[in-house]
């Protein structure tokens, strides 16, 4: 379909979930004869380089987003607000040039606005086309509107129907003329799982700006050393490599898709941050899981009480986390079992986001 197309793919860098939801888009790629270039940087970049080894990939800088100790992240946001502006702009600088070195025919970034250059199919992949911010929101929902329409196609990773996964973050009257919603999208594949030698019962998976990362893996520690059984905390952290086993918690940096994917299945209970690809995943595994946002984070916040109300997730607070009620209730939950959509192959393939790859070739091979 692609023809050989060169199309870099650059996810957004907090945490870990811009880029692991870019793994199947990329796997799709590839099967439909196009040449990704991989664009990213620290975590992100490791992540995506030890999925696809042979492909080339060029570090592309990003602001490093730090979070606030407490439940209030406003001030924390409004202080670090000029230098996320001034990154897209040094972002969009650099892609300037990256454009000609690497003879570029398309770009895919997942929430990186400046990642864009007039002439040059260029696709955004968010599933905030009207966020929730801690300030100025009227404000910054515009601001975000006019910076989606500036690319080809915005893809909304969620499910036409409302509220789909992310609800009014992905929902509304105003929704771009160039948006096109291709289905929830996950690296997860039932099928491909391995499973662990050892069973666990609990597994923890956790990623995000610190410094609440560690604070949430911290409290998780001190409550998993006090349940019965083997379990795993995978801390969403490529590097450094970490691989340790703590009494009867196995701690380790990363874990790769169809073995996480092995564990989560087997695993009595799932605790997770309410991040949006976290959820597309539960969702492509059949999993419900303890969910905890991130303090402060409106967006998290916002999918927490959302699937609260829902019943798809157990939510809790932070500072009111109680591991073992959630798995004593866990227990008594209906098997929910893997949903048909699956991206990566074609039998499976979900079927809008095939729709919005073909477009996107269409706009690779047609004459601008």
Known sequence: MFSG???LITPLDWGLGHSTRCIP???RLLELDARPV?????GPLA????AFP???HVRVPGVEVRYAKGASQTW????QFPAMLRSVREEHHLFLNLRRQLQLDAVISDQRFGIRAEGLPSVIITHQLFPFTPFAQGVLRRINLR???RFDRCWIPDRAEEPGLAGELSHGKNVPHNARYIGPVSRMDPAGSIAPTVPYRIVCVISGPEPQRTLLEDVLMKQLRRIDGQHLLVRGKPEPALDETIGHVRRVSHLGGDPLTGALLQAELIVS??????????ERIGKSALVVPTPGQAEQEYLGELHAKTGRFFVQAQERLDIADALGRSRFEEPRGPKPWIVGTPAGAEPLLEHALRELATLVLSPR
């Open 38 to 42: 991989i664009g990213a940087d620290k």
């Open 76 to 79: 924390a946001m409004a202080a």
């Open 25 to 27: 888009i990329i796997q």
């Open 47 to 50: 992540l995506l380089r030890d």
């Open 273 to 282: 941050r309410t991040g949006y690809t976290t959820l597309m995943d539960l």
């Open 54 to 56: 042979d492909l080339p």
């Open 5 to 7: 197309a060169r199309i």
């Open 147 to 149: 910076s989606v329409a």
